[in-house]
């Protein structure tokens, strides 16, 4: 069961991040978090600016996300075992020289070029560190109590926004001058970001010791408590995945496809000021009563979606969806660390489990969408909204909380 842990009063992002160590944590995550705030937009402009196929840039985009979903975990729990700093310097060299070996293909002609594109997404997919679990099992390292902890992650969650903002913005800046330098930027994280995060020994998680690691130690995910939160992600996946799609080909037909970025900086924006202004105010609540409310917010304001009736409601709608994403996530991510004794394996489960979701919600609006053009589609998302916020309650009731 869920062990409680002595709160303290509210603690201020100021008062968390007095420690120089902290600060450079943050600044290194944000860094690190290059590769999984770009990696698929630069590829898909690279290989489609040099093979002129969008069929094969997608491709090239598929087989690194699918290599990243597969090896995350792995990686997550080679750091539990031996320790973050020597994965993050072999898997950073490993993703950099990928990475650099794309960009060179995406410059050269000839035979090689396809399969070349091809085989480095997938090498760069497949040494990707899930680095948002990475940082978060710090954290749950160097603010061990509850209050400092929570509101660590809803200054993760901050980060997160912030470079899902800016990092495509960077990426199609260097692409109008040169479509085969993108992923320059990206690799700017396992450079240099990795590389920050693996000389941080002061805030790194020490290793299980050898008798936690064995057999007998339970999986991650195999405690059902655990199992619980992690199906939440997949229904939160599913939610986000449907409204992004959604709201790009909705856009695209109504011949407005620049709304659709209105609408997902707004939900961003949304996301950002939650964590921003109500993080420390959140962090002193126990996680258990921050997700579900939070879930219920940014669901339910996923009903004014197919009533917005206009680009600009749809937009506020996006907004005031978004704020309750940012409290949502970072009490998921600090529930499962709780339950996970902190472990970076059990928060990259949630991870991938958010990314399944999002492929099948993408998949879902994506079938809907190419067989109308109506918002009534976006009723699909508050389908998936309902799901979500019916897993989140489970998750947290006595049933999904307790462990065997």
């Given at each position: 069961?869920?062990?409680?842990?002595?709160?303290?009063?509210?603690?201020?992002?100021?008062?968390?991040?007095?420690?120089?160590?902290?600060?450079?944590?943050?600044?290194?995550?944000?860094?690190?978090?290059?590769?999984?705030?770009?990696?698929?937009?630069?590829?898909?402009?690279?290989?489609?600016?040099?093979?002129?196929?969008?069929?094969?840039?997608?491709?090239?985009?598929?087989?690194?996300?699918?290599?990243?979903?597969?090896?995350?975990?792995?990686?997550?729990?080679?750091?539990?075992?031996?320790?973050?700093?020597?994965?993050?310097?072999?898997?950073?060299?490993?993703?950099?020289?990928?990475?650099?070996?794309?960009?060179?293909?995406?410059?050269?002609?000839?035979?090689?070029?396809?399969?070349?594109?091809?085989?480095?997404?997938?090498?760069?997919?497949?040494?990707?560190?899930?680095?948002?679990?990475?940082?978060?099992?710090?954290?749950?390292?160097?603010?061990?109590?509850?209050?400092?902890?929570?509101?660590?992650?809803?200054?993760?969650?901050?980060?997160?926004?912030?470079?899902?903002?800016?990092?495509?913005?960077?990426?199609?800046?260097?692409?109008?001058?040169?479509?085969?330098?993108?992923?320059?930027?990206?690799?700017?994280?396992?450079?240099?970001?990795?590389?920050?995060?693996?000389?941080?020994?002061?805030?790194?998680?020490?290793?299980?010791?050898?008798?936690?690691?064995?057999?007998?130690?339970?999986?991650?995910?195999?405690?059902?408590?655990?199992?619980?939160?992690?199906?939440?992600?997949?229904?939160?996946?599913?939610?986000?995945?449907?409204?992004?799609?959604?709201?790009?080909?909705?856009?695209?037909?109504?011949?407005?496809?620049?709304?659709?970025g209105y609408a997902l900086a707004a939900w961003a924006c949304g996301s950002a000021s939650a964590a921003l202004f109500a993080g420390p105010y959140l962090g002193r609540l126990a996680p258990e009563r921050v997700f579900v409310p939070a879930?219920?917010?940014?669901?339910?304001?996923?009903?004014?979606?197919?009533?917005?009736?206009?680009?600009?409601?749809?937009?506020?709608?996006?907004?005031?969806?978004?704020?309750?994403?940012?409290?949502?996530?970072?009490?998921?991510?600090?529930?499962?660390?709780?339950?996970?004794?902190g472990a970076a394996e059990g928060m990259s489960w949630a991870s991938s489990g958010m990314g399944a979701g999002t492929t099948i919600g993408a998949f879902s609006g994506g079938w809907l969408a190419d067989r109308t053009d109506s918002a009534a589609a976006f009723w699909l998302c508050v389908g998936f909204g309902g799901l979500a916020l019916t897993l989140a309650w489970r998750a947290t009731s006595k049933g999904g909380s307790a462990t065997p």
């Amino acid at each position: 069961m869920d062990i409680p842990l002595p709160a303290p009063g509210r603690v201020s992002y100021r008062t968390l991040l007095i420690p120089r160590a902290r600060r450079h944590l943050v600044v290194a995550g944000a860094v690190s978090r290059l590769p999984l705030a770009g990696a698929g937009v630069a590829i898909v402009l690279a290989a489609s600016g040099a093979t002129h196929s969008y069929g094969m840039a997608g491709t090239a985009s598929a087989l690194y996300v699918i290599a990243a979903s597969v090896m995350a975990p792995l990686h997550a729990r080679s750091m539990d075992r031996t320790g973050q700093r020597r994965v993050l310097l072999l898997a950073g060299s490993i993703q950099a020289t990928a990475f650099v070996c794309l960009t060179l293909f995406c410059r050269t002609s000839g035979w090689w070029q396809i399969p070349g594109i091809l085989m480095a997404a997938a090498a760069a997919g497949a040494a990707q560190v899930d680095i948002g679990s990475a940082v978060r099992a710090r954290w749950a390292h160097a603010a061990p109590d509850r209050v400092s902890q929570q509101t660590a992650f809803l200054l993760e969650s901050v980060v997160d926004e912030l470079m899902f903002i800016l990092v495509p913005m960077a990426i199609t800046a260097v692409t109008t001058a040169h479509s085969w330098a993108a992923p320059a930027v990206v690799l700017l994280g396992p450079a240099v970001g990795w590389l920050l995060l693996a000389g941080q020994t002061g805030t790194a998680p020490p290793p299980l010791a050898k008798g936690d690691s064995g057999p007998s130690r339970p999986r991650a995910v195999s405690l059902a408590g655990s199992r619980a939160l992690v199906a939440a992600f997949v229904g939160i996946g599913t939610y986000l995945g449907s409204i992004e799609i959604l709201l790009v080909a909705l856009a695209d037909a109504d011949g407005e496809p620049r709304w659709a970025g209105y609408a997902l900086a707004a939900w961003a924006c949304g996301s950002a000021s939650a964590a921003l202004f109500a993080g420390p105010y959140l962090g002193r609540l126990a996680p258990e009563r921050v997700f579900v409310p939070a879930m219920a917010w940014m669901t339910g304001s996923g009903l004014l979606l197919p009533l917005a009736g206009s680009r600009l409601p749809l937009v506020g709608a996006c907004f005031l969806a978004g704020i309750g994403a940012a409290p949502s996530l970072s009490s998921g991510f600090s529930l499962l660390g709780r339950r996970t004794a902190g472990a970076a394996e059990g928060m990259s489960w949630a991870s991938s489990g958010m990314g399944a979701g999002t492929t099948i919600g993408a998949f879902s609006g994506g079938w809907l969408a190419d067989r109308t053009d109506s918002a009534a589609a976006f009723w699909l998302c508050v389908g998936f909204g309902g799901l979500a916020l019916t897993l989140a309650w489970r998750a947290t009731s006595k049933g999904g909380s307790a462990t065997p």
